[in-house]
């Protein structure tokens, strides 16, 4: 059972990850790969208040927020006007770089990362059993989805999949392509770093790497891009699924690699066979 | 200050009784070693249809995406209704009430014939993030007041029937159709079309010189690159005839066609 | 003074090194557009199949270079003939097609770990080898040979897309389809040509590398497929030629870098000038005027 509401924290988890990320690729057509880094800054930012200052939720919360919107600007704003290509591998320059500072520097713990740190509390009551990690990390996934679905069904919405069908029309209409694209950045970059807030009792920097990004990303493909239901879906689909390889007879050493393995194929066949990912109608979004 | 008093004595001399509302002088733009336009001039009155004719290469989409801020000229003003927007992003300059179609028509093929036209509705409330989020009834009204503007010009460009098709679905005529009712929705004032009347049957180029006369009636003014000669002669108040980035001449369509050096050079080169 | 010659002439391999791959992958690149981070997983098995010949059933080296050859480009060419091509011909962009080249270089990473274990193995052609003193460098047999592979197989790479009909087909592909006919040949077949050669080239590379590292593990290509792009960006992505030179900065600027600051940041520092060259010089600083940026 509290297996059962680990793994549950962990979907909720990924879950908010990959709607904030569907938002970027799927509705804007900006495809990054750095949002492991700026969700690793969230859990950093979080435990290090946590270690140092304060394990207050919201506070940690804010910051973490805040401080992965700046990262996120740091990535985005000189990178935005590259061409597609340019830009995924500026981001994913930007993520290396990020993952290299979580690795190197000594306050954020080098190789061996963070530990020992103290649970959240949340107006004095601390947060420590699993199911109040679940109930957080589920009610994070909560407030993304709900206004994701606000966002997208807006006119900014609108204009949103139309930077990604023409951004060259788009300005010729009057409207101001940059502040879209910055808006969606921030949203998106809010609510990554906020996924990083929770449910922390140690953190290894090796859960940031370029690897995780392209997990994420692997969540919004197979999900299907522009469907946010089917982020949802795709994320929960993606932790289970490896769950299952324990009751099979696999040896445990090689159980990670065929995890990826797993991952690596899901991502090659819905990119080669079926773009609109689980649930999406062939609108060929992805394109 | 010299420029402009020319091009005035132009177009009074011709008869015109308009205002002057774009005035480009003496604007240049090279690539390189090629130049694309040199030491253009020419100005549109409010309430006519202006044609840019030339052959390929001669600069017409050039000047357009110089006027509409695509492109930075090397020299050269352009001032629109007394204000100068040369070196202005796009967006910006059509703030000012200038918009344009695309050869390429630029449609925003994965979204719905209505949503391309609400793309291009100004001034929505719902078009920031932070007021997105926020939501409310003021801005579903809004929204709704907005449809309902995007579908009474659809049912103008007989396209209601659409209303839910991709816009890559539309054919081509109908596509074109739609990137004129984007830019109707914008509210342009200033309307540069890229030629609209390309690919389409006689009927439709009938039918697309029918709006451009409805559009002028309601008080727009048009500046159109055009490869037709006909249709330019029959819909145009004034012709600018551009040759290797150059003017060289420019008048009412019947001095046009009384100019002969112009007719062998242009003739010359497209036939 | 000699431990800066010595960082020079780190420099200098490692420079070779990036360069080899560099040029397989920009060649593949020049012909496709396309991203081939699975280049990475070809460049693994490779190194592998090579390791299996030559250490598991005792073949001698110039089988293990056989099966490194073999293995690589029937990688190649079913990745390119099953996945890009039919992409291609669905009009999916080249950004989708760089993301399942990166599912392909995932499969391919984790599947030499099944097979061959995560442990890194020991690849030696038997033998000791020789090293060479000029002054205060220390340099070995592999190393020269790789220094020496990389600069014939780039001028070689040059002269063909500069002299050779093939070459200078294969170059238009890209941008200029009619030009891409005189061969005679269809697209399709130029870039499967394409595929062939620049794994068959990377295959070649793994195992030289291997056998100057000593040991390979199934991280490697991985590794170096990153760099291999850092290169090809900052040198530029009009050539092959700016490859090969993106890769030898990059080799030097690494090495020459330790000089200052630790080995640990040298990816960090690599990565800050890939985004410097994007940003400020974004065809490269050898390439063609083909801007990255556009609206």
């Known amino acids: 059972m509290d297996y059962a509401i680990y793994i549950g924290t962990l979907i909720a988890i990924y879950a908010t990850l990959a709607i904030s990320l569907n938002l970027l690729v799927g509705y804007t057509g900006l495809i990054s790969v750095a949002q492991a880094g700026v969700y690793g800054i969230g859990a950093y930012v979080t435990a290090l208040l946590a270690l140092h200052v304060t394990n207050d939720l919201l506070v940690s919360l804010l910051l973490s927020a805040v401080a992965g919107v700046l990262a996120s600007l740091i990535v985005a704003l000189p990178s935005l006007r590259l061409r597609n290509e340019y830009f995924l591998i500026a981001t994913m320059g930007f993520q290396s770089i990020i993952f290299a500072l979580f690795m190197n520097l000594d306050v954020t713990g080098g190789p061996n990362g963070l530990y020992n740190i103290p649970a959240p509390t949340l107006f004095g009551f601390s947060i420590k059993t699993g199911l109040g990690k679940f109930a957080l990390a589920a009610g994070l996934a909560v407030l993304c989805y709900w206004l994701a679905l606000r966002v997208t069904g807006s006119p900014f919405g609108r204009l949103l999949r139309a930077v990604r069908e023409d951004q060259t029309a788009v300005a010729s209409l009057g409207k101001n392509v940059f502040r879209v694209k910055v808006s969606i950045f921030i949203f998106s970059a809010v609510f990554t770093a906020a996924a990083g807030t929770m449910s922390l009792t140690a953190i290894d920097p090796v859960a940031f790497t370029l690897d995780e990004s392209i997990f994420i990303i692997t969540l919004v493909i197979v999900g299907g891009t522009g469907n946010l239901n089917g982020s949802i879906l795709a994320a929960a689909l993606l932790i289970v699924l490896p769950e299952i390889f324990k009751f099979l007879p696999i040896p445990e050493a090689v159980a990670p690699q065929l995890r990826q393995v797993l991952y690596g194929l899901l991502l090659v066949f819905f990119t080669r066979f079926r773009r609109q990912g689980l649930i999406g109608e062939y609108r060929d979004v992805l394109k | ?271 | 003074m000699s431990v800066f010659a010595q960082f020079a002439v780190s420099g200098i391999i490692a420079g070779s090194v990036y360069a080899l791959i560099a040029l397989g992958f920009a060649l593949i690149f020049t012909a496709s557009r396309v991203f081939h981070f699975a280049h990475g997983g070809v460049y693994t098995l490779s190194a592998f199949a090579g390791y299996t010949a030559l250490v598991t059933f005792q073949l001698g080296t110039p089988a293990a270079f056989g099966a490194a050859i073999l293995v690589a480009v029937v990688l190649g060419t079913l990745i390119n003939a099953l996945l890009y091509e039919p992409m291609r011909e669905k009009g999916v962009s080249s950004f989708v097609m760089m993301i399942c080249s990166f599912g392909v270089l995932i499969i391919m990473i984790n599947v030499t770990a099944m097979i061959w274990g995560s442990n890194p193995l020991v690849l030696s052609q038997g033998g000791l080898s020789t090293v060479y003193r000029f002054g205060p460098i220390y340099i070995t047999d592999a190393q020269l040979q790789i220094i020496g592979f990389a600069i014939t197989l780039g001028v070689a790479l040059w002269v063909f897309f500069q002299r050779f009909k093939l070459g200078i087909a294969i170059r238009a592909l890209g941008n200029d389809s009619e030009l891409a006919l005189i061969v005679g040949m269809p697209a399709r077949m130029l870039r499967h040509i394409s595929f062939a050669v620049g794994s068959a080239l990377v295959g070649i590379s793994a195992l030289m590398i291997g056998f100057n590292v000593g040991i390979i593990d199934y991280n490697m290509g991985s590794d170096i497929i990153l760099m291999a792009v850092v290169a090809m960006i900052i040198g530029g992505l009009g050539n092959v030629g700016a490859a090969a030179g993106g890769g030898f900065m990059l080799g030097m600027i690494q090495n020459l870098a330790l000089w200052k600051i630790e080995s640990k940041w040298q990816m960090a520092l690599s990565f800050s000038v890939l985004i410097l060259v994007l940003l400020f010089r974004p065809s490269g600083l050898f390439g063609d005027k083909r801007p990255a940026v556009g609206l």
């Open chain 2, 1 to 271: 200050m010299n420029e402009t008093t020319a091009i005035e004595s132009d177009l009074a001399t011709a008869g015109f009784g308009g205002t002057v509302v774009l005035e480009i002088e003496n604007l240049s733009k090279s690539f390189g070693g090629l130049t694309a336009v040199a030491n253009l001039s020419f100005g549109v009155r409010a309430g006519t249809i202006t044609s840019l004719i030339g052959s390929n290469g001669a600069g017409k989409t050039t000047a357009f995406n110089l006027i509409t801020g695509y492109l930075e000229p090397d020299s050269g003003r352009i001032v629109f209704r007394g204000k100068r927007v040369d070196g202005l992003p796009p967006h910006e300059i059509v703030r000012t009430g200038i918009s344009r179609t695309f050869q390429e028509l630029r449609l925003f093929n994965r979204l719905t014939v209505l949503d391309n036209v609400l793309a291009a509705i100004p001034g929505q409330q719902g078009e920031g993030i932070l007021r997105a989020l926020r939501g409310g009834r003021a801005l579903k009204a809004d929204a709704e007041r907005n449809a309902e503007r995007g579908r009474a010009i659809l049912r103008e460009l007989m396209l209601d029937d659409h209303v839910h098709t991709l816009a890559e679905q539309l054919s081509y005529g109908q596509q074109k159709l739609l990137g004129l009712g984007r830019l109707l929705a914008a509210e342009a004032e200033f309307l540069l079309l890229d030629e609209p009347t390309s690919g389409l049957s006689p009927a439709m180029v009938e039918d697309f010189c029918n709006r451009m006369r409805a559009l002028l009636a309601a008080g727009k003014t048009i500046l159109l690159v055009e490869h037709n000669v006909e249709i330019v002669m029959q819909l145009s108040d004034w012709v600018i005839v551009l040759h290797q980035g150059r003017k060289i001449a420019e008048g009412t369509p019947d001095e046009i066609r009384r100019n002969v050096s112009v007719m062998h050079t242009y003739l010359g080169i497209t036939s």
